[in-house]
């Protein structure tokens, strides 16, 4: 999720109101097999990803808070609602990872 926010930032930056390839985030926790993978790496992967999306966010400047870019469902966002979408978004993922899941 870090690198995704990472990743349509600088879209957000480096071109005019992209349209962001869908994300499905089942799918890749299916495809990345993150039921397989060491924690103790992905918590280093995390606190590094975190760290750059964080580096990414700072780095805006006062003028582009208001560059926009597209999700592929049609959601229209500015660097800045997306900064608060994110604020949200990596809560519910704690959550999410957290959570029991096997009665689903």
Same mark, same amino acid.
């Given at each position: 999720m &870090?690198?995704?926010?990472?990743?349509?930032?600088?879209?957000?930056? @480096?071109?005019? /109101?992209?349209l &962001? %390839? #869908?994300? @499905?985030? /089942?799918? *890749? +926790?299916?495809? @990345?097999?993150?039921?397989?993978? +060491?924690?103790?790496v992905? %918590?280093?992967?995390?606190? %590094?990803? +975190?760290?750059?999306?964080?580096d990414s &966010?700072? @780095?805006? *400047?006062?003028?582009?808070?208001?560059?926009?870019?597209?999700r592929?469902?049609?959601? #229209?966002f *500015?660097?800045?609602?997306?900064?608060r979408?994110?604020?949200?978004?990596?809560?519910?993922?704690?959550?999410?990872?957290g +959570?029991?899941?096997?009665?689903?």
């Amino acid at each position: 999720m &870090f690198r995704i926010y990472d990743e349509r930032l600088h879209l957000m930056l @480096d071109h005019d /109101d992209p349209l &962001f %390839a #869908n994300w @499905d985030q /089942d799918q *890749t +926790a299916r495809e @990345d097999r993150y039921e397989e993978q +060491a924690p103790e790496v992905v %918590a280093s992967q995390l606190s %590094a990803a +975190a760290d750059t999306v964080a580096d990414s &966010f700072d @780095d805006v *400047t006062e003028e582009g808070w208001g560059r926009t870019g597209r999700r592929s469902d049609g959601s #229209n966002f *500015t660097i800045e609602s997306m900064g608060r979408y994110f604020a949200h978004d990596w809560i519910h993922h704690l959550w999410d990872v957290g +959570a029991d899941h096997s009665s689903a």
